[in-house]
């Protein structure tokens, strides 16, 4: 549990740390750049299951997957995200049929927005609702003869299905993050910073935007310290953070939340609610914080 002070500024030892898991993510770097230095750290777990512990009242706030704020009733209590405005480059749906032919769908075990996002554009573009059967967590293309294949992290960016398609394994490749984009004329929104209902946020709230807008202008450094790790050089990890990805939460991402959230209920993948919840403004007093992101073994 992390006790803010009644204080705006938060020092780093006003709150035990949490415990820190082993996986880290990509994308999620630049939203928790700076808060070590402001005393909240930051548990990291598969998106998945930070989604249940937020549920379950094991967090009280956690950077999940879009499409569990619709789920779990959760708030929006950030204008910090991840999301993109075209290409995502992380989140990629490899078809070994003509997407309007393929009657199976396997969907990485790390997502959900992304599962839901493929549903959604076969259904609404090609009419198809393949069965759908889980990838487990480091399965690759090989691992399954699903007519369609759904991976994101560090395996999508890594898999450009050049050898397959050589083959004729695979005849189209999507990259879900563009095809929205250009479907809808609006960006894409995979994961927010949510809160469970009754928990107050209002202190953490410019935490988390002093947070962001530190990575945002710590890109370089943080490309050349992260790159390695997820097999990247540090010029196509810089690239990737800088130019695939966003992290403001603004008008036109509001509006795509809403559509992607009308898409979700028309499949019966969310509640069909109208209005996304937010909680931006609220009071904090303690809050237990997790992040997560679709970038290694998993947004």
């Known amino acids: 549990m992390i006790h803010h002070p009644s204080q705006h500024r938060v020092r780093r030892n ?17 939203l928790v750049h700076g808060l070590a230095a402001a005393g909240v750290d930051v548990r990291y777990d598969l998106p998945s299951r930070l989604a249940d512990q937020l549920a379950s009242g094991l967090l009280d706030v956690a950077l ?40 199976t ?28 059967e889980t990838l487990p967590i480091g399965s ?17 960016i890594g898999s450009s299905g050049s050898t397959d398609r050589a083959a004729g394994c695979f005849q189209v490749i999507w990259d879900l993050g563009d095809e929205w984009c250009r479907w809808t004329g609006l960006p894409f929104v995979f994961a927010v910073w949510a809160a469970r209902a009754g928990v107050e946020t209002g202190l953490l709230e410019p935490l988390l935007a002093r947070a962001r807008d530190s990575g945002i202008a710590n890109l370089a450094a943080i490309a050349a310290a992260e790159a390695g790790a997820h097999g990247l050089t540090v010029p196509q990890c810089l690239s ?13 991402e509001r509006a795509a939340l809403a559509l992607f959230r009308r898409y979700a209920a028309g499949l019966n993948l969310a509640p069909a ?27």
């Open 140 to 156: 690759g293309l090989a691992d399954t003869t699903a007519d369609a294949v759904l991976l994101i992290g560090d395996r999508a």
């Open 273 to 299: 609610e109208s209005q996304l919840a937010t909680g931006v403004g609220q009071a904090a007093r303690s809050v237990r914080i997790a992040a997560t992101g679709h970038e290694r073994s998993d947004a």
């Open 64 to 103: 999940i997957p879009s499409i569990e704020v619709f789920r779990g009733g959760h708030s929006v209590v950030s204008n910090a995200c991840i999301g993109c405005h075209g290409p995502v480059m992380s989140v990629k749906l490899f078809f070994r049929k003509a997407p309007g032919k393929i009657s």
């Open 14 to 30: 006003d709150a035990p740390r949490l415990r820190v898991g082993a996986v880290q993510y990509l994308n999620t770097r630049p």
């Open 105 to 132: 769908l396997a969907v990485d075990e790390g997502s959900r927005t992304s599962a839901a996002l493929a549903r959604i554009l076969l259904a609404e573009r090609h009419g198809v609702m393949p069965a759908v």
């Open 240 to 252: 990737y953070l800088r130019d695939n990805l966003h992290y403001k939460l603004e008008s036109g």
